[in-house]
């Protein structure tokens, strides 16, 4: 499978946790982003790399949310001290970008639920 | 498994008839954009994508239009399947490429 693989698809975990969610994009992808989805909604961006550089972050959420892509390739998106309000889809989608846009192609995300 | 889109317009067509979903995007700046299909419990599905300097591409079943001047993006299915059922979402894309902005999303029912 080439495609964007996200995992764990599901996580369960009590309010305070902290959570890591992981994201492969599609190999020869340079773009890498987060977004966020709850229900009835389209999904909302978070946050955005160009290989590794985090260009784009401001849309986090809050100081709780944090991501990272240190080579380049794989990135993670951690939600510390979680609450019930971050009980969403986490969606991480992966485009090449060179003078213009392409598609970007989504994974099929981490459904996060804190109680 | 989750549902999505649980109080989004509902587009309700017969199967094998044609289905035409609108979207209203916001920035006039915006120069890519794309439809995604999107599945209880899936990640959204690319479908097919248009540059600003085209006003219509066609796939395979699908076509989308742009009307740059009432900012307005529409997918039309033709010979909808039951496997078409799903939210549908157009997404906008500026220039400066940071982001993509989806819409709210229309759920297409097929009935048999």
């Known amino acids: 499978d080439t495609g964007v693989s996200q995992d764990p698809r599901h996580k369960i975990t009590k309010r305070g946790q902290n959570v890591t969610f992981r994201c492969d994009p599609i190999?020869?992808?340079?773009?890498l982003y987060w977004y966020r989805q709850t229900l009835g909604q389209g999904p909302e961006f978070l946050t955005y790399?160009?290989?590794?550089?985090?260009?784009?972050k401001s849309r986090l959420l809050s100081d709780r949310f944090s991501a990272e892509r240190p080579k380049g390739s794989f990135s993670t998106l951690e939600i510390q001290r979680t609450e019930q309000g971050d009980s969403a889809m986490y969606l991480c989608?992966?485009?090449?970008?060179?003078?213009?846009?392409?598609?970007?192609?989504f994974g099929q995300g981490t459904r996060l639920t804190v109680v | 498994g989750e549902s999505v889109g649980l109080h989004l317009p509902t587009l309700s067509v017969q199967e094998g008839d044609n289905s035409i979903i609108n979207c209203a995007y916001s920035?006039?700046?915006?120069?890519?954009f794309i439809w995604y299909k999107q599945e209880s419990g899936k990640g959204p599905q690319f479908i097919i994508d248009?540059?600003?300097?085209?006003d219509k591409r066609q796939g395979q079943r699908v076509t989308v239009l742009l009307n740059k001047t009432v900012k307005h993006l529409s997918l039309q299915i033709a010979a909808t399947q039951p496997g078409d059922s799903a939210v549908y979402f157009c997404?906008?894309?500026?220039?400066?490429?940071?982001?993509?902005?989806f819409g709210p999303g229309t759920r297409l029912s097929v009935l048999p």
């Open positions: 989608a992966s485009s090449w970008r060179d003078l213009g846009d392409t598609e970007a192609f």
């Open positions: 190999s020869e992808h340079n773009r």
């Open positions: 997404a906008e894309n500026l220039p400066s490429g940071q982001n993509f902005v």
């Open positions: 248009i540059r600003s300097n085209m």
């Open positions: 920035n006039s700046a915006s120069d890519y």
């Open positions: 790399f160009q290989n590794e550089a985090q260009l784009e």
